[in-house]
């Protein structure tokens, strides 16, 4: 009994970690449990969350891709139009925030894709998005303004195989920090 009242008053002391009670089971003692609820903890609090930018502030995603957010939306320029920002509001009536939801806008230049789109509507704080694609996912990273803007902007870059067909990009998913789906658009 006494071990059972030890490892629920560690578990509540642990900020953050999930309310669990158990027992102690024969031949088990309460620091092997113990460990694996101090493990768990751990890796939920080393979850990235995303970058927090300023407005106006460009962030380069590779040479000549660089993006920037303001309240009214993202901006981005690709190494092929560095003179030509574009521009995907989130303003505009056509993102509905309260609703979990990405985009994708998709250049190619030089063998390369320039990855970007709009995340936003999820549960929990965004962590990571994995874009899938016919060679394999690729892994990109996210950018949010300061606050809780209900938005955010994920980008990446990959290589454009010689053999790749107009399929080749695929789902789009962006996981919280507990590894679930924060929003997703499927493939197209």
Known sequence: MHRYVAVA????????????SYAVSRGETATQRTSAAVATTAAVKKAPTPRI???????VGAPGFELWLTAEG????????PDFPQ?????????????PGVSMQAGGYEGRYYLSGLYYGGRGTASRVVIET???PVRGKLIELAGK?????????????ADADENFLGAVTVYDTRGRVYAQLPRF
């Open 9 to 20: 008053a560690l578990t509540t002391l642990l900020a953050g970690a999930p309310t669990m």
């Open 53 to 59: 930018v300023e407005p106006g502030e460009r962030v």
């Open 74 to 81: 993202k901006h981005w320029v690709e190494p092929d139009m």
């Open 87 to 99: 521009f995907r509001s989130v303003v505009d009536g056509n993102v509905d925030l309260s609703q």
């Open 134 to 136: 016919d060679a394999g």
């Open 149 to 161: 803007p209900g938005w955010g902007v994920w980008y990446a870059t990959t290589a454009i195989p």
